[in-house]
Structure formats: C-alpha cells, structure tokens
C-alpha cells in the first residue's frame, strides 16, 4: 500500500465531513424551521458514511501496510517528519473512529441533530424540561463513547483529549485553580476600589445595518479573504470551514449594543483566519487541521481582546466609527471608549462577558461537566447547580434558563469536553504575543497604523501553516521556550485592567 493511497482516502473522508459542514451551517443560517427532522436524516447519513469508510476493512488494509497498529510507528524507518507525523495521526484518528461502533456513530448524530432543533426551540420559550430529556440522552451516550475511548482517571478526560489533546481534568484543574484565584481578587478589586466606568452611551440606537458595514470593513483590514469567505447572521455567532479556499463566518446585531456585533465579527475572524492560513496541499490529512480547540481559540481571543480592545487598535479605527455614528458617539473621545469597551461588570451570558470575567464562565462550564459526566451531578439537578455556581464564581444569579442553563448550543451538540479550550485559548494567546512583541518590536506602531496583515503573517508562519505536524503544548515550547502557565495571561489582564481602572500596580 502507497502512502498516496492513503492520503486519498483521507481526503476522501474529508470532502464528506466537509459537505457534512455546509448542512450544519446551513441548519445555523437559513434553513427553514420544519426541515430540521430531515436535515437530522441527512447529516446522520453523512456521518455513517464517512464512518463507514474510516473503520472499513479497505481503509485498514491500506493503514496496516504502513504503519505498527500497536504503535502507530512507520514500517519504513527512513520515513521524513511530515510523513511520519501524518501517519501516526492517521492510526490515532483510526484507532479512536474504529473504537465507536457504527450503530452508535449514526444513533448519536442523529440525536444530537434533533437535540439541536429541540434546544434551539426551549431557549426561546424558557423551557428547560423540554430539553432535559435530550440532555439526558446525550449525556448518556458521551459516558459511552468515554468508556469505548477508555480513560485512566475520569471519563472526563478521554471527551477532553479529542478537543485538546494532551491535556486531562488534573491538569486544567491546577492551571484553572490559579487562574480563578487571580480573577476574582481583580473582580473584587475593580468593584470596591476601581473607578467607575460610564458605559451607557454603548447602549445608545447604532443604526445595525452600519455595524454590519463596519464589521466587514475590520475583517477586511484583518486580512480576512472574502473571496473565499463570507459573513452571515446566526442566533450564535460562529466560525465554518469547507476547505482552506471556503471559510465563513456569522455575527448577530443589536441595535442597542454595540459592542456585540463588532467583537463577535472579529472573534470570528480570528478563527477564520486561522482557516484561512492552513496549507491547502495538506486539505484531507490530518496535518491540515487545526492544532487544537485551544489553540482554534487563542487565535480569536488574539485579534478580539489583546489587539481588538486595545487603545492602538482603536487609535486606527475610532475616526472611521465616529464618522458613521457621529450621533450615538457625539463628545465621546478615544480614551472614553476605549474604556467604555474594556469595563468589567459581571453577566450571565457567556458570549457577552468581559475580558476578565470570561473564564470564570468557562471554569463554571468545566466543573458542571466533570460533574455531569462523572455521574456526580443529575440533569434534573443542573438548574440549581448552575444557579449556585454562577453566584460562587461571579455574584449574580440568573432569573430563567434561556440566561442560566440553557444559553449555550455546546451540550445540544454533544461537544462535552470543548469548553475548557475556550480559556485553554486566553492563556496560549498571551504567551504567543509576549513572543510576538519580540518578534514585531513596533507591535504598537504597527496597530495603530492599520497594517493588522501582518500580523496575521506572523500568526500564519507561526500558528497556521504548522497545522497539525505539532500539538499544541510543544508549539507553546517551541513559541516561548516555557511551558504552559496562566501567569502570562494574569500579568496581561493585571496591567491592562489596573490602569483602565486607576487601581495601584500589584
């Protein structure tokens, strides 16, 4: 067997995971609310068949003859890095997909569509017991597919590895601990000694369809390629990839909140360029995907936060925003908004929390699901759960489900084990721009000039264009020559948030 066989094979797999994609996003964006029973039929189909084609006996014939099924090491010992590393992705990839029988594959996909549907309808309605059940049943077959995975410690961690790999339950647990310990003594610290931030005028009437304009002028500047992408409006905003040459990207408008329309297109930006940077020669082996959920997510919390709300980054485009809404941002200069963006006030949704607070609503995520998961914690019981850990954590409790318990698509779609990534990200990102501000010593000047391609460049040759030849704790080494810590992260928000607020240094 040739290793251009397997690659064929693979991207064979590929190119239906990928028309898999095109009705997942087309499920977000404009399909028509009664053909969610028969779109579910349609991607169940599409997954049992890619399955069918990773776990059948001719794709094993063509892995065996080139790789140790025990090992997953080359036959050929004179193997090269890229080839070798493609086919022990290629026997991990096997060896997990084969674990999972078919009949499961097709039963789970086909709940988790529905239970999409199902979510959707209760989050409107505030009605947690119609979903209930379907979390039920989810959770369920994820205790399952844990126990076909295998784990050492907790079935926790074998969903945790398939979104980063490498990292388990003990060790986010001790980066999450420090972590927590230093958001909420900064939290503490902004409300009784920080001072004040207006952030009214944010709430003001800005016309929604300027804010699309704007938000596809920013991409722009980013180096978003709309010729091989495309934004649309989605209840949640997200990122989709069919192809390096195909990525696209959803945002929703408020008219009376701003702010979640332009940092929700530049959140998603970051992950579409991350898309965007991946080799297209690598499309179809598993070198062209993406590192990890973590690494996925540094990338938009990068242009979102640590470029997105800085003070250079709006040195750039606060004229081009005052000239298209002179009337909300009347007598309002650059350093008032800069911290009008930046204020931290503890929320209930997710999404819409601040730089400081967000990973306190992902450490809440990621203590509900071990304990889900685990078998500590019953479905019946996660309202109280959630109520109670949202006060431990940010002080407030939520009055209904649709802002408590039922606020993210995550669980609908069976994607326990992906929240840890989401704060995994903030602290891979502030490591990566410590060594970016080495590497770009006019960072600042480069900002504030509007010339953001390169950064992305810089992104592309360090993050992108590796795809998956490294995972993601030794591109972290390999970036900074340290290991993964949160303390980059807090010393970043420490700085930032101390001088927005006029509170001492530590």
């Known amino acids: 067997m040739s290793i251009q066989e397997l690659k064929d094979r693979l991207a064979e797999i590929k190119k239906i995971d990928s028309i898999g994609a095109v009705l997942h996003w087309d499920q977000e964006t404009y399909m028509p609310e009664g053909a969610g029973d028969a779109r579910a039929e349609h991607i169940s189909y599409l997954s049992t068949l890619a399955h069918r084609l990773h776990t059948g006996q001719e794709f094993l014939n063509c892995l065996k003859g080139l790789v140790n099924m025990e090992t997953g090491e080359p036959l050929q010992p004179q193997t090269d890095a890229d080839t070798r590393r493609m086919l022990y992705l290629a026997w991990k990839d096997y060896r997990d997909v084969s674990t999972l029988p078919a009949d499961f594959v097709k039963e789970l996909a086909l709940l988790t569509a529905k239970s999409q549907q199902v979510w959707q309808k209760a989050r409107v309605e505030n009605d947690f017991n119609a979903f209930a059940p379907y979390l039920e049943k989810i959770i369920d077959f994820k205790r399952k597919e844990a126990e076909y995975y295998g784990y050492t410690t907790t079935p926790y961690d074998a969903l945790i590895d398939k979104f980063e790999p490498g990292m388990n339950t003990e060790k986010i647990t001790i980066l999450f601990n420090r972590l927590k310990e230093a958001l909420v003594q900064l939290v503490k610290d902004i409300r009784e000694k920080g001072t004040p931030i207006d952030d009214k005028p944010m709430q003001r009437s800005f016309d929604v369809d300027k804010q699309w304009e704007f938000g596809l002028k920013v991409a722009e500047v980013m180096g978003y390629d ?92 606060y004229p081009q925003l005052t000239g298209m809404f002179s009337r909300p941002l009347v007598n309002i200069n650059l350093d008032r908004f800069y911290k009008m963006i930046n204020t931290v006030k503890p929320s209930l949704i997710r999404v819409e929390a601040d730089e400081v607070t967000y990973s306190l609503h992902i450490m809440l995520r990621f203590e509900i699901e071990a304990l889900l998961i685990d078998g500590k914690l019953e479905v019946k019981d996660l309202p109280a759960a959630w109520d109670q850990k949202m006060e431990e954590f940010l002080g407030i409790r939520p009055e209904d489900y649709k802002d408590g318990v039922l606020q993210d698509v995550h669980w609908s779609m069976g994607a326990f084990g992906y929240f840890p990534s989401y704060a995994l990200g903030n602290l891979y990102g502030a490591m990566m721009v410590n060594r970016m501000q080495k590497d770009i010593p006019d960072l600042s000047e480069t900002i504030k000039s509007g010339k953001l391609p390169i950064i992305r460049e810089w992104l592309r040759n360090n993050v992108h264009s590796i795809g998956h030849r490294m995972d993601a704790e030794e591109l972290i080494r390999k970036l900074t020559g340290e290991s993964l810590s949160a303390e980059p992260f807090i010393h970043y928000l420490e700085k930032k948030y101390r001088d927005i607020y006029a509170l001492p240094n530590k």
């Open 226 to 317: 709309f010729t091989c992408g495309r934004q649309d409006k989605s209840a949640h905003p997200f990122t989709t990839t069919f192809h390096p040459t195909d990525v696209r990207i959803t945002t929703r408008l408020h008219k009376n909140n701003f702010k979640t329309a332009i940092f929700s297109t530049i959140h998603e930006t970051g992950h579409a360029l991350y898309e965007q940077g991946l080799r297209i020669d690598d499309y179809g082996s598993p070198l062209g995907e993406p590192i990890s959920f973590g690494i996925h997510e540094s990338q938009s919390r990068i242009w979102e936060n640590i470029i997105g709300r800085s003070r250079d980054f709006w040195y750039h485009f």
